[in-house]
């Protein structure tokens, strides 16, 4: 096996292209309704497979990658803060495409597109299954068929998440760079000045320990004794919420035609997290209903320049896992107007006219 060209810097990923990919906490959504865009509530832990290869599954080295701790049910989203040039990102849940609904491919397609763009896209919280909205990813075991992976294909064999950039063609990214440059010059001096270099994005929140060194990975090496088998995880889906994958206005010729760099991001249990890696797990998920009630954010993205990327009937028709699971007894309360921040295109208030 050879590496992958992806590296861990703290708790991101980051992939060839300037790629940055963060795993983040948040409240798990209603099954039923369509709601605002729940809070980051801090970073899952990413270690790399191949620091505990005498105490993880054959599989899972066979696979390399990394892996990160999520209770069940509990809800998280990528974000892509940091990614500060133009790429393609595909993203895979039990290597079914987050996006199209199709299976898992190695290069790019617009029929339908299989990837999110970057830095366009910010974030994604879900698979694409709805006009302007997204189902949030919820962490479900594998074998009782809820994952979007039993769903779509039928069988359950893959679980956790895989990542794949593209960078644009060199020739194509030379010219991007070359406006950017000029863009910049023009906004923060003119005359060929040079632009201000943003300080870097903070390692976490307060009081989080400063970002480990960045670490390559690949090919694990072979294990010292042989593991035991343990809980795999994969993705379902949960509530609904006001979100847009945004199509890309690029040809696809401008992108590359093979990938920079992959990842496969292996899921697990807590017990097993503690039992593979000596470290304690994060708390378990945050009461969403105190929360809401603490008055604490809940935000609305919007992209006036953006176009929504329809939804496939793939993906469209996937099923949430209190289906599978039960009903969700986890106590719930919407939050107030004043509550929901709205970001980026903000419609804003209306300006009153008068008699002049």
Known sequence: ???????????????????????????????????????????????????????????????????????????????????????????GVGKVCAVSGKPWRNRLSRRPQNYVVLPRQPWLDGINSGKGTVRQFVAVPLGLGATVEGQVTGEEVWGGVQLQSFPLKEEVLAEWRRRERERQ?????????????????????????PPAPAMAFGAPPPPAAAPRRAAAMGLGVGGSMRQEVYRDDRSLKDWAGEPAGRVFVHLVTPPE??????????????????????????????????EDLAPTDTLGSVKPVGEWLGDDLDPWQNPSTGQVTPLKDAPGKPVEDGDW
């Open 1 to 91: 096996m050879s590496g992958s060209g992806v590296r861990i810097d703290g708790n991101s990923l980051r992939l060839p292209g300037g790629v940055v990919v963060r795993f983040v906490r948040t409240l798990r959504l209603p099954e039923t309704g369509t709601h605002p865009l729940p809070p980051g509530l801090g970073e899952f832990p990413v270690r790399r497979v191949a620091d505990f290869a005498d105490r993880v599954p054959d599989e899972w080295r066979e696979r390399g990658g990394v892996m990160l701790p999520v209770y069940l049910r509990e809800a998280m989203w990528l974000s892509f803060a940091g990614t500060t040039e133009p790429a393609a990102l595909q993203v």
């Open 185 to 209: 010059a023009a906004a923060f001096g003119g005359y060929g000045a040079a632009a201000p270099v943003a300080a870097p994005a903070p390692g976490g929140p307060p009081g989080s320990p």
């Open 273 to 306: 997290w503690r039992r593979i890696t000596g470290e304690a797990p994060p708390p378990s998920p945050v009461d969403r209903a105190a929360y809401t009630r603490a008055g604490l954010p809940w935000y609305d993205y919007y992209d006036d320049d953006a």
